[in-house]
Structures are given as C-alpha cells and as structure tokens.
C-alpha cells in the first residue's frame, strides 16, 4: 500500500515546479515550509521574533535546516484571535520583509495575508508566494491580483473565521466538504488568471479533532484533484490534546503525523521545527527510493 501511494505521489507531481519570481520551486520532492510568525499572539511562538534580528537568525536557523520555503505572518490566525486591520499589518510585514529579503536574497518568501492590497504590496516588496487562509474569500479582488502579480497562491480551507471557527464546527463529510470547497476554489481561481495553486485543507481551522483526523485520513481524495497539497499540522491541538500535553511538548506528533501525509501524498510540511520535518522527508524519501527498487 505504501508503494501504491509513492507510486501516485511522483506521477501526480512530477511536473509541479513552481516559478516564484524566478527562482524554482520543484515539488516533486516535498519541501519544508518554515513558520515565522512575527506576531505577539500567535498559540505556539507568539512574541518571540518581534525584533528584526530575532526574525532574521530564525530564518537564517531555519534555510541552514533545509527550509525551502519560508512563511512570514504578521496576523495570528489561532481561535479566537482578533485581527489587527490593514494598516497594523502592513506596519509589521514590510519592515521584517524587507530585512530578509536584503539578507537572504535567494529565499523563497512566502507571505501569510488574505488581502488584495497587502498583497499586491509584499510582492512589490520581493514575496514571492502568497498563503490566503480564506482562500479568496475575505475581499473581493484577491484572486485577480494574485492573478496580475503571477506568484503562486496557496487556497486554504477554513469554516469561518479565526474569531468564531472554533465555536462547534459541523460537516456532515468534511473530506467531501473540502474537496468540494477546492473545486469551487480552483475553478474560480483559473477563471481569474491564477495560474499556480497549492491547497491547503486548514488543518485546525473550523475543524475538531475528529474533523482533523478524518481529513487525514482521507488526504489521498484531496491529492486527487491533482493539485500539490500543503499540510500545516506543526503543534496543533489535534495532537496536544489526543496526547494530553501541550505546544510546547508537540514536536514527536507533529513529526509522526508529518510523516503521515508525506506518505499520503502531500508535498509541502509547514512546520514550526524545520530540521525534524526536512529529516521525516529524507526518511521518507529514502523509503520511496528503495520500495521502487523491489
């Protein structure tokens, strides 16, 4: 079974190298995408890089372990957090992007925004990628600019919003929901112009941990609609309160659960820790090389 879904995996996304401004990005080996969040309240390292320099020896920690992609947050999308308006977080992004952006010049920086101006602005500013958790939907116009600005876009799932997305979330299928959610995405996205799409089904996100563990489990029907799939389950509750534990002490589940989708298919880990993600790929990897030798 394992064979069967690394035999998948490459044939589906052999061709999935993305240009991100210029610089490639080739999934067809998956990739580590490196958290920074430069916000004072986000669930795992909220406060800890509100500095440029703190901000820039994280991202330089994180390109040394293998991060290939590296994503800067500015807005804290935990449950319940509150938003801090447009003008508080382009205050917070341009300075920190331009700082590593002049240091770390071959990077590929992705920006966590779901608004068409910011967007517009971190892409003039030297983004390359940009990850919407509305996934379109939080103000009419993103799709068209992400369309005119041609980087890749990354459409997350998510039932409401960070504010309320907690407060009792239902599905009667919530794979078929999702799946159902990306078509609409997709199709709307390609009518717009958006050339480069990656998904990301919002693990934590208007979900329970039920909701969570199904869609695992079912990550293969996403992978079927062909697109490259991100999975964000670095720390989350899922995996602190199925363990009885907390953030902080998350990193084995997030690693096995990591290794988990990576060998469902998915070939983005967006994680808080990147050298133990970039070794769950290696490993893995190395596993899929020799089961296609047999």
Request: aromatic content about 8%; glycine content about 8%; some cysteine.
């Amino acid at each position: 079974m394992v064979k069967a879904n690394f035999h998948n995996f490459a044939k589906k996304n052999s061709l999935s190298v993305f240009n991100c401004n210029g610089k490639l990005l080739d999934l067809s080996v998956p990739a580590v995408m490196g958290i920074l969040n430069i916000t004072p309240d986000s669930f795992f390292d909220g406060g800890k890089y509100l500095s440029t320099s703190s901000q820039l020896k994280q991202v330089e920690r994180m390109l040394e372990e293998g991060a290939g992609i590296i994503d800067i947050g500015a807005v804290s999308t935990r449950p319940g957090a509150v938003e801090p308006g447009q003008s508080g977080e382009l205050q917070r992004l341009l300075p920190s992007l331009k700082a590593i952006r002049y240091n770390f010049p071959s990077a590929i920086l992705s920006i966590d925004t779901y608004r068409p101006l910011i967007a517009r602005a971190v892409v003039e500013e030297g983004a390359d990628m940009i990850n919407d958790i509305y996934g379109g939907r939080f103000e009419t116009g993103m799709m068209e600019t992400i369309a005119s600005l041609q980087v890749p876009y990354i459409i997350m799932h998510m039932k409401g919003t960070p504010l309320n997305m907690q407060e009792s979330p239902s599905y009667s299928d919530v794979v078929a929901e999702v799946c159902y959610f990306f078509e609409k995405q997709i199709t709307e996205a390609r009518q717009k112009g958006v050339k480069m799409i990656i998904l990301d089904p919002g693990f934590g996100f208007g979900k329970s941990v039920e909701h969570n563990y199904q869609l695992l489990s079912g990550l293969e029907r996403l992978i079927s609609l062909e697109m490259p799939v991100l999975v964000g389950l670095s720390r989350k509750s899922m995996i602190y309160k199925v363990l009885g534990t907390s953030p902080g002490n998350a990193l084995n589940g997030s690693t096995v659960l990591q290794a988990i989708a990576l060998i469902k298919g998915a070939c983005i880990l967006r994680s808080h820790d990147v050298k133990e993600a970039v070794e769950a790929v290696k490993l893995l990897e190395t596993m899929k090389k020799y089961s296609n030798e047999q």
